[in-house]
């Protein structure tokens, strides 16, 4: 099974991160559906050439907040997610991906009228047609 996952090795995150919070993001969205199996420790390491202990860190980081369960033999199946906690975790990442973002911002020595006026201009980017 293929994952649309992708990883940025010039990104400063850390691998296992990149990996956690895209995953995180599919179940949440709904994208992987509750019930459905997902690659094997091993077949997701081979897919996105990283090692089998950074996938297994992150099956466990999502299984200990409950997105993932293992069944011992059979595999690793994604969790059913109440929609309070789906709330939760969509803001989550939103806020996750500002701090990034803010981040990146002040590595460039951006100031905070800067970044807010890329913030706005890229809000009437996407919602343009939602005027």
């Known amino acids: 099974m293929w994952l649309p996952i992708q990883i940025n090795e010039q990104s400063a ?18 994208q992987l559906a509750e019930g459905m199996l997902l690659p094997s420790i091993r077949e997701l390491a081979q897919s996105l050439k990283c090692s089998v202990i950074t996938v297994r860190r992150v099956y466990q980081d999502l299984e200990s907040e409950g997105l993932l369960r293992t069944r011992q033999g059979t595999g690793t199946y994604v969790a059913a997610v109440e929609q309070d906690d789906r709330d939760r975790y969509r803001l989550v990442a939103v806020v996750e ?4 973002a803010i981040t ?10 800067e970044l807010e006026q890329i913030f706005r201009e890229q ?4 919602f343009k047609d939602n005027v």
């Open 104 to 113: 990146a911002g002040q590595r460039v020595k951006c100031s905070r009228e």
């Open 123 to 126: 809000l009437e980017k996407r």
């Open 13 to 30: 995150e850390p691998l296992y991160y990149q990996i956690e919070v895209q995953l995180r993001a599919l179940i949440v969205s709904g």
């Open 97 to 100: 991906a500002f701090e990034i």
